[in-house]
């Protein structure tokens, strides 16, 4: 079993940052894809990053490529999503999630643990 606590939401206003955290235990981290989903009101979760277990490889989706990186310290097991240039269409609640390093990182079915989630709302 591994457990995911994700950290850093809050209120922040329109072109302003955050960074999320998201710590998750056991002694193979370092094996693990990790990624973030969020989910709005009313709508689908979905895909925002995504992270291979070396940290070198890393996917986005389209809507915050140029604006969030995600990055991970396997030393402290923890994924980081650094989130810029921020509008009230990221407004969300942000979950990470874990996976083996197989098959694709973009679908919600391929992730065997999550968070509870780190609510972010961006005012404008």
């Known amino acids: 079993q591994v457990q995911v606590v994700e950290s850093g939401g809050g209120l922040v206003q329109a072109g302003g940052s955050l960074r999320l955290s998201c710590a998750a235990s056991g002694r193979t981290f370092s094996n693990f894809v990790m990624g973030w989903f969020r989910q709005a009101p009313g709508k689908e979760r979905e895909f925002v990053a995504a992270i291979r277990g070396s940290g070198t490889v890393t996917f986005y989706a389209n809507s915050v490529k140029g604006r969030f990186t995600i990055s991970r310290d396997n030393t402290k097991n923890t994924v980081y999503l650094q989130m810029n240039s921020l509008n009230p269409e990221d407004t969300a609640d942000y979950y990470c999630?874990?996976?083996?390093?197989?098959?694709?990182?973009?679908?919600?079915?391929?992730?065997?643990?999550w968070g509870r989630g780190t609510q972010v709302t961006v005012s404008s």
């Open positions: 999630a874990v996976k083996s390093d197989s098959g694709s990182v973009y679908y919600t079915q391929g992730y065997d643990y």
